[in-house]
T-cell receptor
Framework: SQQGEEDPQALSIQEGENATMNCSYK?????LQWYRQNSGRGLVHLIL?????REKHSGRLRVTLDTSKKSSSLLITASRAADTASYFC???????????FGKGNQVVVIP | NAGVTQTPKFQVLKTGQSMTLQCAQD?????MYWYRQDPGMGLRLIYY???????DKGEVPNGYNVSRLNKREFSLRLESAAPSQTSVYFC?????????????FGSGTRLTVV
């Protein structure tokens, strides 16, 4: 079964606004990752946060991880039309040999 | 460009036909994966290969077989295609088994079974 569950499922914002999406998971993890998928393309790895980290930045992306609540958030600041995509969280669960992906968040940035 | 290459990009099969989806990576990664993506279902793992010479079942292996031909190549075979296998198939690779490193994905194979 899918580990990560993103919330909200769909988000529509104006260019320049910030976009925030959340992900929850159920079991203990080694790390949590976020991926972007543009329409008709493969997934692209954005950022990885380890279980002993609370916050990580990469360019306009900010990821937080709260292991006590088993949740993560992805913030995209100053969004651009090119950020229009689906965003997936994925968890590296203890004892498994692969990532478990959530169902994805669709983000539409209106120019 | 370095990455994961999948062939074909599109395919239409008749029910009962067989086909093999090809995947190759040139990043010297040890682990490779096959996922399927369906609307509202996210990505589901079909099979994976933690290292050359090993393969294991994922979440939805029924109706599929895999071959890790060498370190670079990992193929997915549908022996007798069914309409339920209509999906987008993604191959991915990672440096080591598990999720300690990010995955690199191919661009996908869009398969329709009629």
């Amino acid at each position: 079964s899918q580990q990560g569950e993103e919330d909200p499922q769909a988000l529509s914002i104006q260019e320049g606004e910030n976009a925030t999406m959340n992900c929850s998971y159920k079991t203990s993890i080694n790390n949590l990752q976020w991926y972007r998928q543009n329409s008709g393309r493969g997934l692209v790895h954005l950022i990885l946060i380890r279980s002993n980290e609370r916050e990580k930045h990469s360019g306009r992306l900010r990821v937080t991880l709260d292991t006590s609540k088993k949740s993560s958030s992805l913030l995209i600041t100053a969004s651009r039309a090119a950020d229009t995509a689906s965003y997936f969280c994925a968890t590296d669960e203890d004892g498994n040999n692969r990532l478990a992906f959530g169902k994805g968040n669709q983000v539409v940035v209106i120019p | 460009n370095a990455g994961v290459t999948q062939t074909p990009k599109f395919q239409v099969l008749k029910t009962g036909q067989s086909m093999t989806l090809q995947c190759a990576q040139d990043m010297n990664h040890n682990s490779m994966y096959w996922y399927r993506q369906d609307p509202g279902m996210g990505l589901r793992l079909i099979y994976y290969s933690a290292s050359e010479g090993t393969t294991d079942k994922g979440e939805v292996p029924n109706g599929y077989n895999v071959s890790r031909l060498n370190k670079r190549e990992f193929s997915l075979r549908l022996e007798s295609a069914a309409p339920s296998q209509t999906s987008v198939y993604f191959c991915a690779s990672s440096e080591r088994k598990g999720g300690r490193y990010g995955y690199t994905f191919g661009s996908g194979t869009r398969l329709t079974v009629v």
